[in-house]
């Protein structure tokens, strides 16, 4: 699979578990190779260093490790500790992480490959009734692209919205060519379209196509986020930005900057994905970028989550029993 400007065969990742009377909650650090700061083996450091000033503490997250620790493993030990409270109490994870959050999600589908199968995916996606579907631009011929997304476009008939993410694959001028070439099409966003973020701003004027910020978010304060008021949306990733709690700081500062906040997946197992799907119901109406999990052969967790569909009932997700398959795990001494 593709991903950002690499070739991803396998994903890997550390699964965190946590303890307390009887209960337990998992979480996972999968630092994302090309986007993470962090490797896989820096997270596994820092979880275990983290273990004797974390066991036996209130892990709420003001006391989680802040700045000691890389953005995944944050994550990691933030979700496992929002799960166990959760089997503690018996209060489904959606509704410990905002008490406002909607019953169900939707979700964005994904689109890749050749045309032909851009455009069957596409036709399958409108008829099962997906509000928003994203296409990966920036890795072939710019003309050509244009020519795909204005056939896309055609296919989905303004019944469903259009985004793109181009992983900053162009410089300036690639991408104001490839904005006339698409002039006119309505679009949801244009997601990290330049290697250089500098340009964003005058991209944004010239073009006048609405842009989403991904990865100019990573090393960037929530409350940073106000001088970038010219995108239409932030794409939240937790496992890049630090966990759930930081995630959702950053779309309060999006909403107060006019910004649509959307949350999405970095390929996570499903143990990731179940605090990114309680992220995406805490954040409301917005399409949530969760169809990577269909990439996913296989899962840890037992049974799968039902993410094949345009959306993803919460309310009775989470009031379903699953498992971690502990069997499959390879224990990392601490």
């Not at 904005?179 to 500098?198: H, K, M, N, Q």
Request: proline content about 7%; some cysteine.
């Amino acid at each position: 699979m593709r991903v950002g400007a690499g070739v991803l065969r396998r994903r890997e990742g550390l699964l965190v578990r946590l303890e307390a009377g009887g209960a337990s909650g998992w979480g996972e650090a999968a630092p994302l190779p090309g986007f993470s700061r962090e490797t896989l083996g820096e997270a596994a450091r820092a979880l275990r260093e983290a273990k004797p000033r974390i066991l036996g503490r209130e892990l709420q997250e003001a006391t989680i490790p802040g700045g000691e620790l890389p953005p995944s493993a944050r994550f990691a030990l933030e979700l496992a500790r929002l799960s166990l409270e959760a089997a503690s109490s018996g209060r489904p994870l959606h509704i410990l992480l905002s008490g406002e959050a909607a019953s169900g999600v939707s979700v964005c589908g994904l689109l890749e490959g050749p045309p032909e199968r851009v455009l069957s995916g596409a036709g399958r996606m409108r008829e099962a009734g997906y509000e928003a579907v994203k296409l990966k631009v920036g890795r072939a011929d710019p003309a050509e692209e244009a020519a795909l997304v204005r056939e896309l476009s055609a296919l989905l008939g303004g019944r469903v919205r259009l985004r793109l993410d181009a992983n900053r694959a162009w410089d300036l001028e690639e991408a104001l060519d490839f904005c006339r070439a698409i002039g006119g099409v309505p679009l949801d966003y244009l997601e990290e379209p330049l290697a250089s973020p500098e340009g964003l701003p005058r991209l944004a004027e010239v073009s006048g196509v609405p842009l989403a910020l991904d990865e100019t978010l990573l090393g960037l304060e929530p409350e940073g986020l106000a001088r970038f008021c010219y995108a239409r949306a932030v794409v939240l990733k937790p496992t890049l930005l630090g966990g759930l709690s930081r995630s959702l700081r950053f779309a309060r500062e999006a909403r107060r900057a006019g910004m649509v906040p959307v949350a999405s997946s970095a390929y996570e197992s499903g143990v990731g994905t179940l605090g990114l799907l309680a992220l995406a119901a805490s954040l409301g109406d917005a399409p949530a970028g969760l169809d990577t999990y269909r990439s996913l052969k296989d899962d840890v967790l037992r049974p799968p989550l039902p993410l094949a569909g345009p959306r993803a009932g919460a309310a009775a997700l989470f009031g379903e029993r699953r498992a971690v398959v502990v069997e499959r795990l390879e224990e990392v001494a601490a």
